[in-house]
């Protein structure tokens, strides 16, 4: 019987995760700031590796760990994109107000909250090209657990009046509130439409399986991290079917 109960203990202890808590923003210490690089990986003629850095993204948290502001600048297009956070009494967040480079108007998405859970995020833009619309909707368990989300985009073409765009991807978590499986539904064109699985080590995530509309596995992207001494990621490589095809790192400036 002793015997036993060492062998469930141990099995016990081996599917435990000893990942050490984390703030809501994925972070185990609180930073000022997170400068990210996304670097593709390709091969010239020569089949020699070429690192080309795509995207520089800046962000930068308050005092409780959110985040108030996000920088991208797209090096590939020669764009950039800001993100304002803004944050209601109840430190819950209430309005992004996005900008954008090459547009100069601003986009804005709005949240409303039922007492303290988030039920729905709408924005709207139009400018002389095009009107875009889009609606986020949040369902919960009896625990008040995130399980299920939805995003639909529209995208209509302001001269002709014809829709460019309409999706809807429809996502569900498991219980500690990271998503396990999402569904791209394109309702222009079915075709198109993806599913998503994802797989975790804890609360890292290390695997993402895509199949498309006909349920074919048509990509496995596996994740290798790096971390620093407080166990945050600085290093993520992006490996889909067996090749590397992207490097994500990580400068975090700690408060």
């Known amino acids: 019987m002793n015997r036993l109960l060492i062998i469930l203990f ?4 081996i599917g435990c995760c000893n ?14 700031q997170i400068t990210e690089y996304t670097i593709k990986m390709e091969n010239d003629s020569l089949n020699n590796k070429v690192q080309d850095t795509l995207v520089i993204t800046e962000k930068k948290y308050n005092e409780n760990d959110q985040i108030i502001n996000r920088h991208q600048r797209n090096l590939f297009a020669d764009e950039t994109m800001n993100i304002e956070f803004i944050y209601n009494n109840e430190k819950k967040i209430k309005r992004e107000i996005v900008t954008l480079s090459n547009d100069s108007s601003n ?22 090209i095009f009107q875009f619309e889009q609606v986020g ?12 989300s939805s995003l639909k985009q529209i995208y209509i073409d302001v001269e002709s ?17 990271f998503v396990t499986e999402s ?9 198109r439409n993806r599913k998503s699985e994802y797989k975790y080590d804890c609360e890292v995530l290390m695997e993402i ?6 349920d074919s596995l048509i990509s496995t992207t596996e994740y290798k991290y790096e971390f620093d001494k407080f166990e945050n ?8 079917n067996d090749k590397l095809n992207y490097i994500r790192t990580r400068e975090l400036k700690y408060k």
């Open 10 to 13: 141990s099995i016990f202890l």
């Open 183 to 191: 569904k791209l539904s394109d309702l222009k064109k079915p075709e």
């Open 161 to 177: 009046n014809d829709t460019i765009t309409n999706t809807l991807e429809i996502s569900k978590y498991n219980d500690r509130e």
């Open 233 to 240: 990621w600085i290093k993520r490589e992006s490996i889909e």
């Open 137 to 148: 909707s949040y369902k919960y368990n009896s625990d008040n657990k995130l399980k299920e």
């Open 19 to 32: 990942e050490p808590k984390l703030l809501n923003n994925g972070l185990t210490k609180s930073v000022s």
């Open 107 to 128: 986009f804005v998405v709005n949240y409303f909250y039922k007492d303290t859970l988030l039920l729905e995020t709408k924005s709207e833009s139009k400018n002389d």
């Open 209 to 214: 399986k895509e199949f498309n509309s006909k």
